[in-house]
Protein backbone atom coordinates (compact mmCIF):
# COMPACT_ATOMS: atom_id res chain seq x y z
CA UNK A 1 0.00 0.00 0.00
CA UNK A 2 1.42 3.42 -0.97
CA UNK A 3 1.82 5.55 2.11
CA UNK A 4 3.69 8.64 0.42
CA UNK A 5 2.39 11.57 -0.92
CA UNK A 6 1.09 11.40 -4.52
CA UNK A 7 3.93 14.23 -5.37
CA UNK A 8 6.40 11.38 -4.49
CA UNK A 9 5.81 9.47 -7.29
CA UNK A 10 5.57 12.36 -10.06
CA UNK A 11 9.02 13.84 -8.33
CA UNK A 12 10.50 10.21 -8.86
CA UNK A 13 9.28 9.87 -12.82
CA UNK A 14 10.54 13.37 -13.55
CA UNK A 15 13.59 13.16 -11.77
CA UNK A 16 14.47 10.07 -14.27
CA UNK A 17 13.17 11.95 -17.24
CA UNK A 18 15.59 15.30 -16.33
CA UNK A 19 18.50 12.40 -15.06
CA UNK A 20 18.68 14.37 -11.60
CA UNK A 21 19.05 12.25 -8.22
CA UNK A 22 17.61 13.92 -5.18
CA UNK A 23 20.59 15.94 -3.99
CA UNK A 24 21.27 17.52 -7.37
CA UNK A 25 17.48 18.57 -7.49
CA UNK A 26 17.35 20.29 -3.80
CA UNK A 27 20.39 22.38 -5.05
CA UNK A 28 18.56 23.18 -8.27
CA UNK A 29 16.07 24.35 -6.00
CA UNK A 30 17.82 26.14 -3.46
CA UNK A 31 16.63 23.67 -0.63
CA UNK A 32 17.82 21.23 1.99
CA UNK A 33 18.30 17.45 0.93
CA UNK A 34 16.24 16.44 3.61
CA UNK A 35 13.27 18.15 2.30
CA UNK A 36 13.55 16.15 -0.50
CA UNK A 37 14.33 13.40 1.21
CA UNK A 38 11.27 13.20 3.39
CA UNK A 39 9.23 13.49 0.83
CA UNK A 40 10.63 10.37 -1.61
CA UNK A 41 10.83 8.25 2.01
CA UNK A 42 6.97 8.93 2.87
CA UNK A 43 8.31 11.06 5.91
CA UNK A 44 6.58 14.01 5.15
CA UNK A 45 3.00 13.29 3.32
CA UNK A 46 1.55 16.49 2.66
CA UNK A 47 4.12 18.92 0.85
CA UNK A 48 3.09 21.87 -0.48
CA UNK A 49 3.89 25.87 -0.19
CA UNK A 50 6.93 27.53 -1.37
CA UNK A 51 9.28 25.26 -1.07
CA UNK A 52 6.94 22.54 -3.29
CA UNK A 53 6.67 25.06 -5.81
CA UNK A 54 10.79 25.62 -6.10
CA UNK A 55 10.99 21.85 -6.50
CA UNK A 56 8.09 22.02 -9.17
CA UNK A 57 9.70 24.63 -11.07
CA UNK A 58 12.94 22.53 -11.86
CA UNK A 59 11.42 19.98 -12.69
CA UNK A 60 9.21 21.85 -15.23
CA UNK A 61 5.80 21.84 -13.51
CA UNK A 62 3.72 23.33 -11.24
CA UNK A 63 3.12 22.09 -7.66
CA UNK A 64 -0.28 21.26 -8.79
CA UNK A 65 0.86 18.81 -11.29
CA UNK A 66 3.46 17.09 -8.44
CA UNK A 67 0.46 16.73 -6.22
CA UNK A 68 -1.87 15.67 -8.77
CA UNK A 69 0.24 12.62 -9.69
CA UNK A 70 -0.96 10.60 -12.44
CA UNK A 71 -4.17 10.94 -11.71
CA UNK A 72 -4.69 13.82 -14.36
CA UNK A 73 -4.54 11.14 -17.48
CA UNK A 74 -1.67 11.64 -18.63
CA UNK A 75 -0.66 14.91 -16.70
CA UNK A 76 2.84 15.39 -17.16
CA UNK A 77 3.29 15.06 -20.86
CA UNK A 78 5.27 18.24 -22.86
CA UNK A 79 2.03 19.21 -24.32
CA UNK A 80 0.09 19.86 -21.17
CA UNK A 81 3.19 21.23 -19.05
CA UNK A 82 3.30 24.13 -22.05
CA UNK A 83 0.26 24.81 -22.34
CA UNK A 84 0.18 25.05 -18.05
CA UNK A 85 3.19 27.54 -18.72
CA UNK A 86 1.14 29.53 -21.56
CA UNK A 87 -2.12 29.93 -19.44
CA UNK A 88 0.09 30.99 -16.44
CA UNK A 89 1.90 33.55 -18.38
CA UNK A 90 -1.72 34.90 -19.41
CA UNK A 91 -1.09 34.00 -23.25
CA UNK A 92 -3.87 32.96 -25.56
CA UNK A 93 -2.79 30.00 -28.43
CA UNK A 94 -2.99 32.80 -30.80
CA UNK A 95 -1.51 35.41 -29.19
CA UNK A 96 1.79 33.33 -28.55
CA UNK A 97 1.63 31.83 -32.21
CA UNK A 98 1.89 35.37 -32.97
CA UNK A 99 4.71 36.14 -30.70
CA UNK A 100 6.71 33.03 -31.57
CA UNK A 101 6.70 35.02 -35.64
CA UNK A 102 4.04 32.18 -36.96
CA UNK A 103 1.38 35.10 -37.45
CA UNK A 104 -1.96 33.62 -37.64
CA UNK A 105 -0.95 30.08 -38.52
CA UNK A 106 -1.58 29.54 -34.85
CA UNK A 107 -2.82 25.55 -35.26
CA UNK A 108 0.97 24.90 -36.12
CA UNK A 109 1.80 26.20 -32.32
CA UNK A 110 -1.75 24.39 -31.23
CA UNK A 111 -0.03 21.20 -32.69
CA UNK A 112 2.71 20.93 -29.50
CA UNK A 113 -0.21 21.35 -27.04
CA UNK A 114 -2.88 19.34 -28.43
CA UNK A 115 -1.18 16.57 -30.25
CA UNK A 116 2.14 16.08 -29.25
CA UNK A 117 2.37 12.68 -27.25
CA UNK A 118 6.33 12.86 -25.91
CA UNK A 119 8.08 14.04 -23.02
CA UNK A 120 9.97 16.72 -24.39
CA UNK A 121 9.42 20.08 -27.08
CA UNK A 122 12.32 20.56 -29.73
CA UNK A 123 14.99 22.67 -28.33
CA UNK A 124 14.48 25.17 -31.66
CA UNK A 125 10.72 25.90 -30.13
CA UNK A 126 11.80 26.26 -26.45
CA UNK A 127 15.04 28.53 -27.25
CA UNK A 128 11.87 30.99 -28.69
CA UNK A 129 9.83 30.20 -25.45
CA UNK A 130 12.25 31.37 -22.76
CA UNK A 131 12.14 34.90 -23.60
CA UNK A 132 8.62 35.23 -23.57
CA UNK A 133 7.81 33.29 -21.19
CA UNK A 134 10.12 34.03 -18.28
CA UNK A 135 9.59 36.17 -15.84
CA UNK A 136 5.44 35.97 -16.81
CA UNK A 137 2.92 35.18 -14.69
CA UNK A 138 2.04 34.61 -10.52
CA UNK A 139 4.56 33.51 -9.55
CA UNK A 140 6.66 34.74 -11.99
CA UNK A 141 7.92 31.76 -14.75
CA UNK A 142 11.64 31.09 -14.13
CA UNK A 143 13.65 30.49 -17.22
CA UNK A 144 14.48 27.07 -15.83
CA UNK A 145 11.03 25.93 -16.21
CA UNK A 146 10.62 26.96 -19.68
CA UNK A 147 14.23 25.14 -20.76
CA UNK A 148 12.91 21.93 -18.75
CA UNK A 149 10.20 21.41 -21.69
CA UNK A 150 13.21 19.90 -23.82
CA UNK A 151 14.75 18.03 -20.92
CA UNK A 152 17.48 21.03 -20.38
CA UNK A 153 18.11 21.84 -16.55
CA UNK A 154 20.42 25.05 -16.68
CA UNK A 155 23.06 24.55 -13.43
CA UNK A 156 22.89 20.84 -14.08
CA UNK A 157 25.49 21.34 -16.84
CA UNK A 158 26.66 23.64 -18.66
CA UNK A 159 23.92 25.19 -20.69
CA UNK A 160 24.97 25.73 -24.22
CA UNK A 161 26.46 22.02 -24.08
CA UNK A 162 23.13 20.66 -22.94
CA UNK A 163 21.21 22.57 -25.75
CA UNK A 164 23.49 21.21 -28.41
CA UNK A 165 23.17 17.35 -27.04
CA UNK A 166 19.35 17.99 -27.18
CA UNK A 167 19.37 18.94 -30.85
CA UNK A 168 21.74 16.28 -31.13
CA UNK A 169 19.05 13.66 -29.53
CA UNK A 170 16.43 15.12 -31.73
CA UNK A 171 18.40 14.88 -35.05
CA UNK A 172 17.20 12.13 -37.26
CA UNK A 173 19.35 9.34 -37.18
CA UNK A 174 17.59 7.45 -39.83
CA UNK A 175 18.77 7.24 -43.44
CA UNK A 176 16.90 6.04 -46.39
CA UNK A 177 19.16 3.47 -46.95
CA UNK A 178 17.44 1.26 -44.07
CA UNK A 179 20.56 1.82 -41.27
CA UNK A 180 20.64 3.96 -38.33
CA UNK A 181 23.39 6.38 -37.35
CA UNK A 182 24.93 5.40 -33.48
CA UNK A 183 27.41 7.66 -32.13
CA UNK A 184 30.50 6.13 -30.21
CA UNK A 185 31.73 8.84 -27.74
CA UNK A 186 35.05 9.20 -26.36
CA UNK A 187 34.20 9.00 -22.72
CA UNK A 188 36.75 6.02 -21.71
CA UNK A 189 33.74 4.83 -18.74
CA UNK A 190 35.46 2.71 -16.08
CA UNK A 191 33.57 -0.27 -14.62
CA UNK A 192 34.22 1.65 -11.39
CA UNK A 193 35.03 5.31 -12.23
CA UNK A 194 35.05 7.69 -15.59
CA UNK A 195 32.85 9.75 -17.69
CA UNK A 196 30.44 9.65 -19.80
CA UNK A 197 28.10 11.78 -22.06
CA UNK A 198 24.55 10.81 -22.13
CA UNK A 199 22.71 10.94 -25.51
CA UNK A 200 20.82 14.67 -24.43
CA UNK A 201 21.97 15.14 -20.99
CA UNK A 202 24.14 13.14 -17.95
CA UNK A 203 24.34 14.27 -14.12
CA UNK A 204 26.88 16.91 -13.88
CA UNK A 205 28.74 15.81 -16.54
CA UNK A 206 31.56 17.48 -19.17
CA UNK A 207 30.95 17.35 -23.03
CA UNK A 208 32.94 14.83 -25.05
CA UNK A 209 33.63 14.56 -28.62
CA UNK A 210 32.42 11.83 -31.21
CA UNK A 211 34.84 9.59 -31.04
CA UNK A 212 33.14 7.87 -34.66
CA UNK A 213 29.75 6.98 -36.37
CA UNK A 214 28.50 3.58 -36.99
CA UNK A 215 25.93 2.86 -39.48
CA UNK A 216 23.61 -0.33 -38.38
CA UNK A 217 21.03 -1.97 -40.24
CA UNK A 218 17.65 -0.79 -38.81
CA UNK A 219 15.80 -4.07 -38.99
CA UNK A 220 18.66 -6.06 -37.37
CA UNK A 221 18.54 -3.29 -34.54
CA UNK A 222 14.93 -3.60 -34.12
CA UNK A 223 15.02 -7.61 -33.54
CA UNK A 224 16.35 -6.79 -30.17
CA UNK A 225 15.11 -3.48 -29.31
CA UNK A 226 11.53 -1.75 -30.92
CA UNK A 227 12.66 1.67 -30.04
CA UNK A 228 16.29 2.94 -31.91
CA UNK A 229 16.16 6.02 -31.06
CA UNK A 230 18.85 7.23 -28.32
CA UNK A 231 21.42 4.58 -28.84
CA UNK A 232 25.03 5.48 -28.04
CA UNK A 233 28.02 3.11 -28.03
CA UNK A 234 30.83 3.55 -25.59
CA UNK A 235 33.97 1.62 -24.69
CA UNK A 236 34.81 -0.28 -20.83
CA UNK A 237 37.59 0.52 -18.87
CA UNK A 238 38.45 -0.98 -15.52
CA UNK A 239 37.95 -4.71 -14.50
CA UNK A 240 35.18 -4.69 -12.08
CA UNK A 241 32.60 -6.42 -14.53
CA UNK A 242 34.91 -9.29 -15.97
CA UNK A 243 34.56 -11.82 -17.02
CA UNK A 244 30.94 -10.19 -18.67
CA UNK A 245 32.67 -6.72 -19.62
CA UNK A 246 35.95 -6.54 -20.18
CA UNK A 247 38.19 -4.25 -20.84
CA UNK A 248 38.14 -2.38 -24.23
CA UNK A 249 34.78 -3.72 -24.82
CA UNK A 250 32.45 -1.56 -27.36
CA UNK A 251 28.59 -1.90 -25.66
CA UNK A 252 25.77 -0.51 -26.79
CA UNK A 253 23.77 1.70 -24.63
CA UNK A 254 19.96 2.75 -24.66
CA UNK A 255 20.11 6.43 -23.79
CA UNK A 256 16.56 6.56 -23.06
CA UNK A 257 16.31 3.69 -20.66
CA UNK A 258 16.90 5.45 -17.12
CA UNK A 259 14.04 3.51 -14.81
CA UNK A 260 16.66 0.25 -12.96
CA UNK A 261 13.97 -2.32 -14.32
CA UNK A 262 14.00 -4.80 -15.64
CA UNK A 263 17.16 -6.13 -13.28
CA UNK A 264 20.15 -5.60 -15.71
CA UNK A 265 23.52 -3.59 -16.45
CA UNK A 266 23.33 0.15 -16.46
CA UNK A 267 25.65 3.17 -16.85
CA UNK A 268 25.19 5.13 -13.46
CA UNK A 269 26.31 8.76 -12.54
CA UNK A 270 27.86 8.24 -9.84
CA UNK A 271 28.80 12.33 -8.98
CA UNK A 272 32.06 11.98 -9.83
CA UNK A 273 31.92 9.89 -12.90
CA UNK A 274 30.84 6.81 -14.66
CA UNK A 275 29.95 3.24 -13.62
CA UNK A 276 28.83 0.44 -14.97
CA UNK A 277 27.26 -2.00 -13.11
CA UNK A 278 24.32 -4.20 -12.42
CA UNK A 279 21.42 -3.55 -10.92
CA UNK A 280 18.83 -5.38 -9.28
CA UNK A 281 15.88 -4.62 -7.27
CA UNK A 282 15.52 -5.64 -3.45
CA UNK A 283 12.03 -7.36 -3.44
CA UNK A 284 9.55 -5.50 -1.49
CA UNK A 285 11.88 -2.66 -0.23
CA UNK A 286 9.62 0.41 0.41
CA UNK A 287 11.03 3.35 -0.98
CA UNK A 288 12.45 0.99 -3.62
CA UNK A 289 16.02 0.20 -2.60
CA UNK A 290 18.33 -0.83 -5.36
CA UNK A 291 21.39 -3.35 -5.27
CA UNK A 292 24.54 -2.39 -7.11
CA UNK A 293 26.79 -5.24 -8.15
CA UNK A 294 30.07 -5.65 -9.94
CA UNK A 295 30.48 -9.16 -11.92
CA UNK A 296 34.04 -9.54 -10.37
CA UNK A 297 33.66 -10.74 -7.22
CA UNK A 298 36.40 -8.78 -5.61
CA UNK A 299 34.38 -5.84 -5.99
CA UNK A 300 31.45 -5.29 -2.89
CA UNK A 301 27.95 -4.70 -3.40
CA UNK A 302 26.38 -1.78 -2.30
CA UNK A 303 23.11 -0.97 -1.84
CA UNK A 304 21.15 2.99 -2.26
CA UNK A 305 17.36 4.14 -2.31
CA UNK A 306 16.32 3.93 -5.96
CA UNK A 307 15.86 8.05 -5.77
CA UNK A 308 19.52 8.17 -5.07
CA UNK A 309 20.47 7.07 -8.83
CA UNK A 310 21.32 8.88 -11.19
CA UNK A 311 20.74 6.49 -14.68
CA UNK A 312 22.03 7.21 -18.07
CA UNK A 313 21.26 4.72 -19.96
CA UNK A 314 20.91 0.68 -20.36
CA UNK A 315 23.53 -1.51 -21.75
CA UNK A 316 21.63 -3.38 -24.35
CA UNK A 317 24.01 -5.16 -26.22
CA UNK A 318 28.25 -5.42 -26.83
CA UNK A 319 30.19 -6.55 -29.60
CA UNK A 320 31.88 -9.80 -29.16
CA UNK A 321 34.55 -10.84 -31.87
CA UNK A 322 36.01 -13.93 -32.42
Not at 131 to 159: F, H, K, N, Q, Y
Request: net charge neutral; aromatic share 6%.
Amino acid sequence: METRSPAAAEIERRMALLNLNKKRLAELAGLNETYVHDILRGKSRNPGGDRLEKVAAVLGCTASDLLRGGAAGGAGTAALRLKALRERAGYTVRGLARDLGLGEKFSSYAFYENKLKKDYIPVELVRKLVPLLTDRGDPPIAASEVWALCGIVPGATDLNESIRRAERAAMPTHADDGAITVHEYDISPQAGAGAIVDHTACGDGEGHPTLDSWRIPRDFIRNYLPDTAGLAIIRVAGNSMEPEFAAGDRVLVDTGHRIPSPDGVYVLWNGMGVVIKQLMLVPNSRPPRIRIISVNPTYPVDEVDASDLVINGRVVGKWVWK
